[in-house]
């Protein structure tokens, strides 16, 4: 079955970039998105079909994809960027694939 | 503003069926998948299923054989039955409304229900 490989934490400093990594055989050939979700909350979707934001996602929040790897960026970290991030893509077998999730600290 | 609310019992006991429906607000149900998620306590997504208002459905791989979805329009509703629970059932289970364009990604959550699996 298809899988996806998140670093479990990443931790940046406020006003920092934070760049957290998603691996699959092959990801690049297909789309990922990303998901923030904070303590207590349901999942938000931050970027989907690679790079693209939802209506109301701030601009610092970017996406990409290539070879193995898709990465989201936040660029200028704020405080309120703490949260758990998830990637997913679709595999024609396995169907919906979540990544295992990173939690983000902002120090 | 479409709103998404699970609805069912908080427990149920090992070997029985957890039982959930989501209601869909705010927007038709009509020509989208849309798919039941869960998140045991402290652990990651783990996508259950779906089914497209076509009634076509597509299950996880692991839980495929105790999935049951279907779908009510008229009610704008759509259920889970997963069968045989036990302890490693407990989660929140979500439901979340799918984007099928070139690609797939969900765009409206439900807040999510908690359920219990124990005697």
């Known amino acids: 079955s298809y899988e996806l490989t998140q670093p479990p934490s990443v931790s940046v400093s406020p006003g920092q970039t934070a760049s957290i990594t998603c691996s699959g055989d092959e990801l690049g050939d ?18 989907y079909q690679d790079s693209k934001r939802p209506s109301g996602i701030p601009e610092r929040f970017s996406g990409s994809n290539s070879g193995n790897t898709a990465t989201l960026t936040i660029s200028g970290t704020q405080a309120m960027d703490e949260a758990d991030y998830y990637c997913q893509a679709w595999d024609f077998n396995t169907h919906v694939v979540f990544g295992g999730g990173t939690k983000v600290t902002v120090l | 503003q479409v709103q998404l609310q699970e609805s069912g019992p908080g427990l149920v006991k090992p070997s029985e069926t957890l039982s959930l429906t989501c ?5 038709s149900i009509s020509s989208y998948y849309w798919s039941w998620i869960r998140q045991p306590a402290g652990k990651g997504l783990e996508w259950i299923g779906r089914i497209h208002t076509s009634e076509s459905t597509n299950y996880n ?20 039955k997963l069968s045989s629970v036990t302890a490693a059932d407990t989660a929140v289970y979500y439901c979340a409304r799918e984007v099928t364009e070139t690609s797939n990604w969900f765009d409206h959550w439900g807040q999510g229900t908690l359920v219990t699996v124990s005697s």
């Open chain 1, 30 to 47: 297909k789309y990922a998105c990303w998901y923030q979700q904070k303590p207590g909350q349901s999942p938000v979707l931050v970027i």
């Open chain 2, 23 to 27: 209601t869909v607000s705010g927007g």
């Open chain 2, 61 to 80: 791989p692991s839980l495929k054989s105790r999935v049951t979805m279907s779908v009510d329009t008229s009610q704008n509703q759509f259920s889970l």
